[in-house]
């Protein structure tokens, strides 16, 4: 009987059972990618400053050059008052819309543009001088711009005018270039990096170009 008692109870212990944990699996995280805005940005041109007195030699350069380019072919050649058309070469002739200026260049003093002007105030004839007296006579070749001189015959514009030059363009030729506008003719020498301004108000010198004691037959000149 105790026997037996024992063995039923060491039986009915049983063996313990731990519960079983289910596996659990952690979502990977999907990866999205933000890409910045594409922005565009315009630049607006900077519309450069007309030059006036004082202005320095690069930013009236830079100022001409801003002009709309024409081409140099429709300049070589100068009409008469009587329609005689003349082959210039390889020089030009050109003036302003409004008459008031004329420039042309030349086998006679090569380097250098030479203008008729008609001047509101154009210096007067010098002293003990003869001859035939042209007030508005402007010679530019980069170092010297002399205004007024001495001329007993008309020179390089015996052949007439070359075609006007419209307001905004701008024409280059040898070692000058020329924009005109309705306040007048800009011309650079980029050699010498000096430019004027000629109108019928007078003549206005950029760059190295400083006025001088006018030498014999001048009204006026300027000088680097």
């Not at 990977?28 to 202005?55: F, M, N, R």
């Not at 280059?172 to 011309?187: K, V, Y």
Request: aromatic content about 6%; glycine content about 12%; hydrophobic content about 25%.
């Amino acid at each position: 009987m105790l026997g037996a008692t024992l063995l039923v109870a060491g039986c009915s212990k049983g063996a313990s059972v731990s519960p079983t944990t289910p596996s659990s699996s952690t979502p990977t995280p999907s990866s999205t990618t933000s890409k910045a805005p594409t922005t565009t940005t315009t630049t607006t041109p900077i519309e450069l400053p007309e030059p006036v007195a004082g202005t320095p030699y690069d930013a009236v350069a830079q100022w001409i050059s801003k002009g709309a380019p024409v081409n140099a072919t429709n300049f070589h050649s100068a009409t008469s008052q009587d329609g005689q058309k003349t082959d210039l070469g390889e020089n030009v002739a050109f003036k302003t819309p409004s008459g008031k200026t004329r420039c042309m260049t030349s086998n006679i003093e090569p380097g250098t543009l030479s203008c008729l002007v008609n001047l509101t105030n154009p210096p007067k004839r010098p002293a003990g001088t003869e001859g035939n007296w042209v007030g508005g006579w402007t010679d530019f070749n980069g170092q010297q711009v002399t205004v007024g001189g001495l001329h007993g015959d008309p020179g390089p514009f015996q052949s007439g005018d070359g075609n006007p030059l419209d307001y905004g363009g701008r024409l280059t030729f040898g070692d000058f270039a020329c924009r005109s506008e309705t306040s007048g003719l800009f011309c650079a020498n980029t050699k010498t990096k000096s430019a004027i301004r000629v109108s019928d108000a007078g003549i206005e010198p950029f760059g190295c170009l400083k006025e001088t004691t006018p030498s014999d037959g001048s009204g006026r000149e300027f000088s680097c």
